[in-house]
Structure formats: structure tokens, C-alpha cells
């Protein structure tokens, strides 16, 4: 996969990275930082598919327990 013309493994053949999934995960980083939201849907999901405990879950929403029992789902 190439994102405006440049390759994971070019980034890593110019020994920024030392692997693709080093590239793959800087990236994932940084959409969830520009956008958190995204965290709370992916809490949502893991904890609705038994996947993460309701603590798990808040813990990688980044908000309290109770913040996430008052989401509701």
C-alpha cells in the first residue's frame, strides 16, 4: 500500500523504520491522536464483542470507568 506515492518499505530502506509494521503502527499512532474518538468506538466494539472487560476498554478509551458505563451502549 502506498499513501501519496510512498511506500512503507521506502521508509524503512532509508532506515527511519526498521520495519514495515513500525511504519504501519506511527501511523495508526497518529490518527488516533488526531483523532480520540476513534479509541472510545474501538473500546465500544472490543468490549461488545467480549474481547475487553469494561475496565479494558475504558483504559484504552482513556477515560474512567464510570465515563464509560454513562456511554450506554
Known amino acids: 500500500m502506498a499513501v501519496r506515492g510512498v511506500k512503507p518499505r521506502e521508509l524503512v530502506d532509508l532506515a527511519l523504520y526498521e520495519n514495515e509494521q513500525e511504519v504501519i503502527d506511527e501511523g495508526v499512532r497518529h490518527i ?3 483523532h480520540p474518538e476513534y479509541r472510545v468506538e474501538i473500546a465500544i466494539k472490543r468490549y461488545k464483542e467480549e474481547a475487553a ?11 474512567s470507568l464510570e465515563e464509560m458505563k454513562e456511554i450506554g451502549f
Do not use: Q, T
Open 32 to 34: 488516533l491522536r488526531s
Open 53 to 63: 472487560s469494561l475496565g479494558k476498554a475504558a483504559d484504552l478509551a482513556g477515560i
